[in-house]
């Protein structure tokens, strides 16, 4: 549909300096041209946090990305299989840290919740991959993730247990789901943070396709959730959520059991957006400004890397 000048001319534009100019030629020739169109349109996802002058580039922005894939890859794969990303796919610049936590889930045999998980663990682990390969050398390493304490301050800050309790979302179907909740609807609404940020038409049809991958993933949540009459812990997660990325109520459950809210909107019927700080808030369980907690004990690695100050 384009041809190869188009693209050329259209990577060239997109990065920052001639050492992200080379990476993107590269992830082109790896993953296809309509890959690299897709690379490039997620790139905008974190950047909205830095719009402006000081506006990290493209591999910044990218590594950014790939910490995320990094925790999701490890608790899907560690859910359907017992054991995380392979150590090929965990190494790069800054400092790799290992995996606490995770076990293989006692799924039904056979059971939906079971072959929901291991596609979208599939995925995840597709997204580390062809991170990794776009940024090549300049890729960060898996920063520490911790699967264990931070599910479990999670669940109490939500109220889903008490002090002294411990959450594990590997024991049972139910927990998996409701940890799986704690941070899918994340994804989608940095995705969504791209739109306003891309003028190219070709770049927002790609980004329309990425956000639509990630909003399955959290639907496919959503509507299992609520197929489980779990509308109440669902809701006390999304409150929790929504009391560390600022003072605005953006964050939605699932509805009642008399209405569902299986698609969170705002009043137009669009979802809403996070930024690359507001996300961070979320994964570290802080609404302060930190570089480090919650799901990553020592921060995430790469230039991205502080939450917001969202108190």
Known sequence: MFDQSFINNALSRSAENSLDRRRLFRAAGIAGIGGAVALLSATAAAAHAGEGEGSPSDGAILNFALNLEYLEAEFYLRAVTGWGLDDGLTDGKGTRGGVTGGSQVPFKGGSLIEKYAKEIAADERSHVEFLR?????AAVARPQIDLEASFTAAARAAGLIKAGQKFNPFTDETSFLLGAFIFEDVGVTAYKGAAPLIDNKTYLEAAAGILAVEAYHAGIIRTTLYARDLQEPAQAISDARDSLDGSTDLDQGIGTKETANLVPTDDNGIAF?????????????????VSEGGFFPQGVNGEINTSANSE
């Open 273 to 289: 957006s996070r930024t690359a700080g507001q996300v961070l808030n979320i994964a570290y369980l802080t609404p302060k400004a």
């Open 133 to 137: 390969s776009a940024l090549g050398n």
